[in-house]
């Protein structure tokens, strides 16, 4: 499929539908057909309306020329049934060393680049990403691309393939030809959407950290009373509060979804009690939990949003002797819970 650069950027994406639903009446929930007619919540979601980096299956549906596609689901999910037109990531444990340290500084990782090439994605493109639901691999893959310095929109398919098939979207079966390997990739890594080791250890002292920081685990993991990976400290980077990715999101029988903006901002900005106009950093174990949160805050607003790619399978196997802090045991810290 290649990229329309006529249909514009997807920034103009909310434009494009409030000047079609206004100058012609027109139904987004009926603009699949009259399965979607029939149950529009399944097709249309709240954060696509609200959120300029999510769409739904109606957006897709008439927007699928001027977009490139990615799936992060495994090989066989793959095969068995994808978005028309859909490229795979192949591998998502290439998304976990997507940059590198070299003596000049920190690099895209050739590796990443080269699959995402292979996929004929360019810098340029606008890009939907989907996968099993809205979840884990499908932000992580956006922070990825953000990470690497991807100029095109990047945007979440909110509840991935699930939903589409079931709104019947176009769907192709099988292994799909091999792109010709003609595009082309020039990575800059985008450091203000990373936080790495020292950039959060120059913020956090043995008292507290001097920027807001969010451990998206489950509170388990965060007071450290559930082991999180093969390392000797367990518990919460000092200073951090918790709010479990699983939070962001709504289960049902299609899969998963995020949740309606209003709820998010209950979650974050009253809840959590977290200002978007101050810089904040989120983690997990490896960052892909992580990232969930890191999406969610660009999309309600925050100017400056860092994911730690080390995140607590780094902080974790570090000294306190070396200051970087950390703190355990059940009821410590900050657990918010908004939807108990």
């Known amino acids: 499929m290649s990229h329309d650069s006529s249909a514009g950027a997807r920034f103009t994406r909310r434009s494009v ?23 529009p919540e399944l097709y249309t979601t709240p954060a696509a309306a609200e959120f300029e980096a999510v769409v739904d299956t109606a957006w897709l549906e008439e927007h699928l020329e001027a977009v490139e596609l990615l799936d992060v689901r495994d ?22 060393d997507h940059y590198e ?36 691999w499908e932000t992580y893959a956006i922070y990825t691309l953000r990470a690497i310095g991807h100029d095109g929109t990047v945007a979440l398919l909110d509840g991935g393939f699930p939903v589409w098939e079931a709104a019947g979207g176009d769907v192709e079966t099988g292994t799909p030809e091999p792109e010709p390997d003609t595009a082309e990739y020039a990575p800059e890594l985008e450091t203000d959407v990373l936080a790495t080791r020292e950039y959060v250890a120059d913020r956090v002292h043995e008292d507290g950290a001097d920027v807001p920081l969010v451990d998206n685990r489950s509170p388990e993991e965060y007071w450290g009373i559930e082991a999180d990976g093969p390392v000797d400290r367990h518990g919460h980077i000092t200073g951090a509060i918790n709010v479990a990715f699983t939070q962001n999101l709504l289960e049902d029988d299609e899969g998963s979804r995020l949740r309606s903006p209003d709820e998010l901002e209950r979650l974050w900005l009253e809840e959590a009690a977290l200002d978007p106009d101050e810089e904040t950093i989120s ?23 860092r994911n730690y790619e080390g995140s607590w399978h780094d902080w974790g196997a570090l000294t306190e002797d070396d200051g970087y802090y950390y703190t355990s045991g059940e009821g410590t810290g900050d657990v918010i819970d908004a939807f108990d």
């Open 17 to 39: 539908l409030r000047s079609g639903a206004v100058a012609g009446g027109l139904s987004l929930a009926g603009c699949l057909g009259s399965l979607r007619a029939a149950e």
């Open 75 to 96: 090989a066989d999910e793959f095969t068995d049934g994808r978005v028309a037109g859909a490229s795979r990531l192949p591998d998502t444990d290439l998304m976990r």
């Open 101 to 136: 340290e070299t003596d000049d500084g920190y690099e895209a990782s050739p590796e990443v680049i080269a699959e995402i090439a292979a996929a004929g994605i360019v810098p340029e493109d606008d890009v939907v990403v989907y996968g099993s639901g809205s979840n884990l």
């Open 283 to 305: 983690y997990c174990s490896t960052a892909v939990r992580g990232s969930v949160g890191w999406f969610v805050m660009e999309q309600l607003g925050w100017e400056t949003v």
